[in-house]
């Protein structure tokens, strides 16, 4: 697996394809709002995790609010590759670039019922 910088220019349709993987339930358009712009200002990083010719996950960091000095960390993982710590490896490869980035720290928001990213956070 490779791990590169998120570009919509190059990983649109791959970014979506992922998220129809994960929320089958969405619509096409709820699906390609995820493959947003990486130069809108509270955008700080997004990773992608990739597999062959298709993305694993992503995971991405936000500022909360344009003042804010603090951090919101998401990810997401295709339904194939849970459990097999493609979110913990994504973490770990840009948490040098995020830990000193906000200095009011980092959130991770997840469901109660979400117990892999209750344990990865």
């Given at each position: 697996m490779r791990f590169?910088?998120?570009?919509?220019?190059?990983h649109k349709t791959a970014v979506i394809e992922l998220f129809r993987e994960?929320?089958?339930?969405?619509?096409?358009?709820?699906c390609a709002?995820?493959?947003?712009?990486?130069?809108?200002?509270?955008?700080?990083?997004?990773?992608?995790?990739?597999?062959?010719?298709n993305v694993a996950g992503q995971l991405n960091?936000?500022?909360?609010?344009?003042?804010?000095?603090?951090?919101?960390?998401?990810?997401?993982?295709?339904?194939?590759?849970?459990g097999m710590g493609v979110a913990?490896?994504?973490?770990?490869?840009?948490w040098e670039a995020i830990t000193d980035a906000f200095a009011d720290g980092l959130v991770i928001q997840t469901e109660k019922s979400n117990k892999a990213s209750i344990n990865l956070a």
């Open positions: 590169v910088a998120y570009r919509k220019s190059e994960i929320y089958p339930d969405w619509t096409i358009y709820e709002r995820m493959a947003y712009d990486e130069n809108q200002p509270a955008h700080h990083l997004t990773l992608l995790a990739i597999s062959g010719e960091v936000f500022r909360v609010a344009p003042a804010a000095e603090l951090g919101n960390i998401g990810f997401h993982v295709h339904p194939h590759w849970r913990a490896s994504m973490l770990y490869r840009v």
